[in-house]
């Protein structure tokens, strides 16, 4: 059984057959006419309640339910959609030679100004930092305070210290902070979870394996490959992305968490995603109609640097490298006229592409990451 809701149209031409069948030759359905607007009016009011209706219904089914009615459909399931993760940087404190120590405490906060057409973004530190007498300049690891991308900043944004620290005499973010954690989960992937959930309520499977590690905070994505061959029969390799491995607290968290619902007899063998090295070089042309100083081409080298190295950050583990999706990155870019030469080595040993290349592949548990981007915009 469905729900099928009515059209304005149809509402009132039902409305309009029922008044002439009754009223034959009585009913002035013209338009302007005082019972068409009141009918049209009622037809109206009719249609919308029949569409919020059909929201309602929609709700109760995961395959249509969207935003918040698909959060509290989850939630019979006990599933929370997963929250986005924290943008992280680096700052940069200054103080004058003195003759005492300065203790930078964890979660001294710093910001952004507070604009109207800006408000501000707060970060904080992540960990206690002494600051010795003799130096001039501390950097410390900074994560913001709030989730999410919209809180990545640009270099030197980052310039106030809400409670000062006596000593201290200014701070600054010499480069931007990225994002380079997991999304907020969109309704595509909340529903294809949820499913899993049902899927593998009885464990044991390999569903039950990526589901669990995905509803778990820093993961970005799980690959997992099962091999069927008889050297490796009852392994299987489980790539994940997102989070340090080297870690040896996390790594047995990790392993507990896949012991609870791996099939017995099947041998789990953990690692990160395998990281391919990629250094690229890259000659933009900057618009030609504007006057450009030598500070204002670092800027939009700077941008031109962020806006591959994002790119390259947020492909999927075993993704193909599109070069024409790179280089309409680039362009997007403003004040970026044209992309002149592209050279990129890849991997260890490396293998050179120019921008003639359409694709470059990898391999199922493989992920690019930017290891040296260069940027140069002409004209010099």
Do not use: C
């Not at 009141?38 to 219904?57: C, D, G, K, P, T």
């Not at 993760?85 to 203790?103: L, M, N, Q, S």
């Amino acid at each position: 059984m469905s729900f099928e809701p009515k059209k304005f149209d149809q509402v009132y031409a039902e409305m309009e057959q029922q008044t002439r069948d009754q009223l034959p030759g009585m009913a002035d359905f013209q338009v302007g006419s005082v019972m068409r607007t009141m009918y049209e009016s009622f037809a109206y009011e009719i249609a919308l309640l029949y569409e919020q209706m059909h929201q309602v219904y929609k709700a109760a089914y995961i395959d249509h339910a969207e935003g918040v009615h698909l959060d509290m459909l989850v939630a019979i399931l006990g599933i929370k959609r997963n929250l986005p993760d924290y943008a992280e940087g680096e700052v940069t404190f200054k103080r004058d030679p003195g003759k005492e120590d300065i203790v930078i405490p964890a979660g001294t906060l710093v910001t952004t100004e507070d604009r109207k057409d800006a408000p501000k973004k707060s970060y904080k530190t992540l960990e206690d930092q002494s600051f010795l007498a003799t130096a001039t300049e501390q950097s410390v690891k900074v994560l913001a305070v709030e989730r999410g991308e919209s809180k990545v900043v640009a270099a030197e944004a980052i310039h106030i210290i809400p409670l000062p620290i006596p000593g201290i005499k200014s701070v600054i973010n010499p480069a931007a902070t990225r994002f380079t954690g997991k999304q907020a989960e969109t309704d595509d992937d909340l529903r294809r979870r949820a499913k899993n959930a049902l899927i593998t309520s009885g464990k044991a499977s390999l569903i039950a394996i990526e589901n669990t590690l995905l509803s778990l905070p820093g993961i970005k994505e799980v690959k997992l490959i099962e091999h069927f061959d008889n050297e490796k029969y009852g392994v299987v390799d489980v790539f994940v992305d997102g989070t340090d491995l080297d870690r040896e607290t996390r790594r047995q968290f990790l392993q507990g968490q896949i012991d609870q619902v791996r099939a017995a007899g099947v041998y789990i063998k953990l690692q990160p995603a395998v990281k391919i090295q990629l250094d690229g070089v890259f000659v933009i042309e900057a618009n030609p109609q504007r006057a450009w100083s030598e500070s204002d081409r670092q800027v939009l080298e700077k941008t031109v640097q962020e806006a591959i190295i994002h790119f390259l950050d947020q492909m999927r583990m075993g993704q193909t490298l599109q070069l024409n999706q790179l280089i309409r990155q680039i362009l997007s870019v403003p004040d970026v006229s044209n992309l002149d030469r592209v050279q990129l080595s890849v991997g260890n040993p490396a293998q050179n592409y120019t921008i003639e290349t359409r694709q470059i592949p990898r391999a199922p548990s493989e992920k690019f990451y930017a290891n040296k981007i260069t940027v140069t915009a002409s004209p010099e």
